[in-house]
């Protein structure tokens, strides 16, 4: 299992997420209130301002204070580092 920091010492499992998105669009504020209310949003953002949103495979909302790009970046170097793992390196 890989593991991926989403900022301030939080980490999430790189496998289970879906998507990795802004917080600015209306349908994302409202995919972040539904999962409010049901239970299923994290906040990792340590009270600071959100700047992504992930959506993991558990229907769960995480929230983050770090940049889509760089999450993509650390996601990216994840799957590196696990697809060289299974080669037996």
């Keep these: 299992m890989q593991l991926l920091n989403i900022g301030y010492g939080n980490m999430i499992s790189a496998g289970r997420i879906i998507a990795i998105v802004s917080p600015?669009?209306?349908?994302?504020k409202r995919l972040v209130q539904a999962a409010r209310d049901r239970g299923m949003l994290?906040?990792?953002s340590c009270g600071?301002?959100?700047k992504?949103?992930?959506v993991t495979d558990s229907d769960h909302v995480i929230l983050s204070a770090l940049q889509t790009e760089t999450l993509s970046h650390?996601?990216?170097n994840?799957?590196?580092?696990?697809e060289v793992g299974t080669v037996g390196f």
């Design 42 to 44: 994290i906040d990792a």
């Design 24 to 28: 600015d669009a209306a349908p994302v």
């Design 52 to 54: 992504s949103v992930i």
């Design 48 to 50: 600071r301002k959100t």
């Design 74 to 76: 650390r996601a990216e």
């Design 78 to 82: 994840t799957d590196t580092i696990e």
